[in-house]
């Protein structure tokens, strides 16, 4: 009995105390010989025998998982998206039972469709065509507002810091499910292009029908679908006031220091292999993704963050 107490006490400190060694995939038995390195083979021996000189085990050999995934992705931002897509690719390295580090790349792509007239022409130079018409300016033709139509090509870099919760709460030789959490930082790579023009010359806005806007949302945006063009010519306006390697102009890609947090599970199909499911968020502190920035004279309050729901098919090494 008091030999199954010093197992026991051992395991919980080593648990809360150093956060030891997380496994991915499951949770790995660790009475386990084979996962110990050779040379601590000794030291587990003598903790297995339940010396005295020994009261913790050795940690296990830490495990690699190579990860393919792919999801939904939305905006949220100034303009109302559609469901976008997001595939990528990481290794997650585990320094625990507990803790683990993922690095991983992701590539996404936003579309978003306003349903609304929108005064705020000076969120991009090339909506000046709509502006009221001028005697002194023949280049405006338009009735004041514009609908805003925007592609986001995004590329989001990460390392995060992933913990184990089923680890935490208890201490298994085997478990098909794993639930975890993350936090992480996350540099924000994009460039944005707004449906502005039909070709080279503006949307005839004037043309649609006084109660066009007076209707279901749903029903609008699935006529400007067929109004706009789809072919996204207008690089949108960017922060030149933000990080970007020196070069702010709207036609490069922006990168933009952000932080990300999530949670997710794994599903042990094999001894080597699992499925997963994610959900994560990233804040990336920048109102000018969705080329939207610009809200009654002023810049709007809140920042485009980032919705990512991601499947993973995840190999361990």
Same mark, same amino acid.
């Given at each position: 009995?008091?030999?199954?107490?010093?197992?026991?006490?051992?395991?919980?400190?080593?648990?809360?105390?150093?956060?030891? @060694?997380?496994?991915?995939?499951?949770?790995?038995?660790?009475?386990?010989?084979?996962?110990?390195?050779?040379?601590?083979?000794?030291? *587990?021996?003598?903790?297995?025998? &339940?010396?005295?000189?020994?009261?913790?085990?050795?940690?296990?050999?830490?495990?690699?998982?190579?990860?393919?995934?792919?999801?939904?992705?939305?905006?949220?931002?100034?303009?109302?998206?559609?469901?976008? %897509?997001?595939? /990528?690719? +990481?290794?997650?390295?585990?320094?625990?039972?507990?803790?683990?580090?993922?690095? /991983?790349?992701?590539?996404?792509?936003?579309?978003?469709?306003?349903?609304?007239?929108? =005064?705020?022409?000076?969120?991009?130079?090339?909506?000046?065509?709509?502006?009221?018409?001028?005697?002194?300016?023949?280049?405006?033709?338009?009735? =004041?507002?514009?609908?805003?139509?925007?592609?986001?090509? $995004?590329?989001?870099?990460?390392?995060?810091?992933?913990?184990? @919760?089923? &680890?935490?709460? %208890?201490?298994?030789?085997?478990?098909?499910?794993? %639930?975890?959490?993350?936090?992480?930082?996350?540099?924000?790579?994009?460039?944005?292009?707004?449906?502005?023009?039909?070709?080279?010359?503006?949307?005839? %806005?004037?043309?649609?029908?006084? &109660?066009? @806007?007076?209707?279901?949302?749903?029903?609008?945006?699935?006529?400007?679908?067929?109004?706009?063009?789809?072919?996204?010519?207008?690089?949108?306006?960017?922060?030149?006031?933000?990080?970007? *390697?020196?070069?702010?102009?709207?036609?490069?890609?922006?990168?933009?220091? +952000?932080?990300?947090?999530?949670?997710?599970?794994?599903?042990?199909?094999? +001894?080597?292999?699992?499925? =997963?499911?994610?959900?994560?968020? $990233?804040?990336?502190?920048?109102?000018?993704?969705?080329?939207?920035?610009?809200?009654?004279?002023?810049?709007?309050?809140?920042?485009?963050?980032?919705?990512?729901?991601?499947? @993973?098919?995840? *190999?361990?090494?």
């Amino acid at each position: 009995m008091a030999s199954k107490k010093v197992t026991l006490l051992a395991i919980l400190v080593m648990v809360v105390s150093s956060g030891a @060694f997380a496994q991915l995939g499951g949770v790995l038995d660790y009475q386990d010989s084979t996962k110990i390195k050779s040379k601590k083979l000794p030291q *587990f021996n003598e903790w297995k025998s &339940n010396s005295k000189s020994n009261f913790f085990p050795p940690a296990p050999r830490a495990m690699g998982q190579l990860s393919l995934n792919g999801g939904l992705m939305l905006m949220d931002g100034d303009c109302p998206t559609s469901p976008g %897509f997001n595939v /990528g690719v +990481s290794y997650r390295k585990a320094l625990g039972y507990v803790v683990s580090l993922r690095a /991983g790349i992701n590539y996404a792509q936003a579309r978003g469709l306003d349903y609304r007239r929108n =005064g705020n022409l000076g969120n991009s130079r090339a909506l000046d065509v709509y502006k009221e018409p001028n005697p002194l300016d023949p280049t405006r033709v338009g009735p =004041g507002w514009y609908v805003h139509s925007f592609k986001s090509d $995004i590329f989001t870099p990460s390392l995060d810091l992933i913990i184990n @919760f089923n &680890n935490v709460m %208890f201490h298994r030789k085997s478990s098909k499910f794993a %639930f975890y959490g993350l936090v992480g930082y996350t540099p924000t790579i994009y460039r944005t292009k707004l449906d502005a023009l039909a070709g080279a010359r503006p949307y005839g %806005f004037n043309a649609l029908n006084p &109660n066009f @806007f007076d209707r279901p949302r749903k029903d609008i945006r699935n006529d400007l679908k067929d109004f706009f063009d789809g072919d996204y010519e207008t690089f949108a306006n960017v922060n030149d006031r933000a990080p970007n *390697f020196n070069n702010s102009a709207n036609d490069k890609f922006q990168i933009r220091h +952000s932080i990300n947090v999530g949670i997710g599970t794994e599903f042990r199909i094999a +001894s080597r292999m699992s499925l =997963g499911f994610e959900l994560k968020q $990233i804040f990336t502190r920048d109102d000018y993704i969705d080329g939207w920035f610009l809200n009654n004279g002023g810049l709007t309050p809140d920042k485009d963050n980032l919705l990512f729901s991601n499947l @993973f098919i995840n *190999f361990n090494l």
